[in-house]
């Protein structure tokens, strides 16, 4: 089979195109013939060297496809997926984490980065690292949804919960804010979105967006969310920023609202008005994807409200280093996917 191994030190330049011989399925492993994957900042962060991977590491943290064969029975009293030969499934980011509130140990065994990940013709891998994709949906379309919109989905209806007429702020046109405005829109609540094109706003109007922001245009932005909600705030802001975006989040939120830090693409750290969250008694919550329940629930979800993911472009395996480039360059709309 094919597949692409990273080698150190870590540059895209060093995305490797080999082959090897799938392994067969252990007690409670399925085979699965990946169709494809899609691309996340974390993928991003580790062929670049910022999230240090092994030398070989398959990258690659989300992949979709289909069932192809099935190890034995896995003995005990953990529950199996009842999955067939045929079966549509979809990766989940973190295997381990099954159910209930995240831990350390939940945390562990991200594909493509603590463990071999998606790049690949054939994954072999715990059932439970697997949820059946939603019911018409192409393998493109199931490969989005493993990381960025699951994170989505924690951050408004796991840890929101968002509620209909409720007001969200969605920043920018990545993966999860684009998932996030849906979410949000399914639900009832209105959207302010934001982002540095013209272009990419009337996108996201058409996608549903109920108020556009050009930060570049309008770097206090925090002041036009106040306006579009007669000088209350945003109920949720969905904060893919980091350091340098966080300051207006703050002043964007109403009293008692909420802010899920997500995101760190201006910066790892900076300062912070505490007394803005203290005083406003502003939620502030870190989100890190979710567990594998949280991912059966979103499934059902896109099932019973027709969601489609956007999707940008599509490369081939063997240009991966090239759609992590057009990734880098910032002119992407929704997510970038992988055909295996």
């Known amino acids: 089979m094919k597949i692409v191994r990273l080698r150190q030190p870590a540059s895209l330049e060093n995305l490797q195109i080999g082959s090897a011989e799938r392994r067969p399925p252990g007690p409670g492993e399925v085979v699965v013939r990946i169709h494809a994957s899609s691309l996340n900042y974390h993928d991003y962060a580790v062929v670049m060297g910022q999230i240090v991977a092994a030398d070989g590491r398959i990258p690659m943290s989300d992949g979709a496809g289909e069932v192809v064969d099935l190890g034995p029975p896995l003995g005990g009293l953990v529950e199996q997926p009842d999955f067939k030969v045929g079966d549509a499934v979809v990766s989940t980011f973190f295997p381990r984490w099954l ?50 919109a699951l994170t989505a989905w924690r951050a408004l209806m796991v840890n929101g919960p968002v509620l209909p007429g409720e007001t969200v702020v969605v920043q920018g046109t990545g993966g999860v804010s684009v998932f996030a405005l849906q979410f949000a ?52 802001v969905v904060e893919v920023g980091g350091s340098g975006t966080l300051g207006q989040s703050l002043h964007a939120c109403r009293v008692g609202g909420h802010i899920s830090m997500i995101g760190v693409l201006t910066g790892v750290q900076g300062p912070v008005s505490t007394a803005t969250v203290m005083s406003k008694n502003i939620r502030l919550q870190g989100i890190s994807v979710g567990s594998r329940r949280h991912q059966l629930d979103m499934v059902r979800a896109i099932e019973a409200t027709g969601l489609r993911p956007v ?26 996917i992988l055909d295996v």
């Open 185 to 236: 829109k399914a639900a009832g609540a209105t959207v302010i979105a934001t982002s540095s094109s013209d272009e990419k706003l009337d996108r996201l109007r058409a996608l549903g967006a109920d108020h556009l922001i050009n930060y570049r245009e309008t770097p206090k932005w925090a002041r036009s969310v106040l306006e579009y909600t007669d000088g209350e705030g945003a109920d949720h």
């Open 311 to 336: 999707m940008d472009r599509h490369f081939p395996l063997d240009a991966i280093a090239e759609a992590f480039r057009h990734q880098a360059s910032g002119q992407h709309f929704g997510k970038i």
């Open 99 to 148: 159910d209930g509130p995240v831990s350390m140990r939940a945390r562990v065994g991200v594909p493509g980065d603590h463990i071999d990940g998606y790049a690949c013709e054939y994954a072999t891998v715990p059932a439970l690292a697997l949820t059946r994709a939603p019911a018409g949906y192409t393998h493109a379309e199931a490969a989005t949804l493993p990381c960025a």
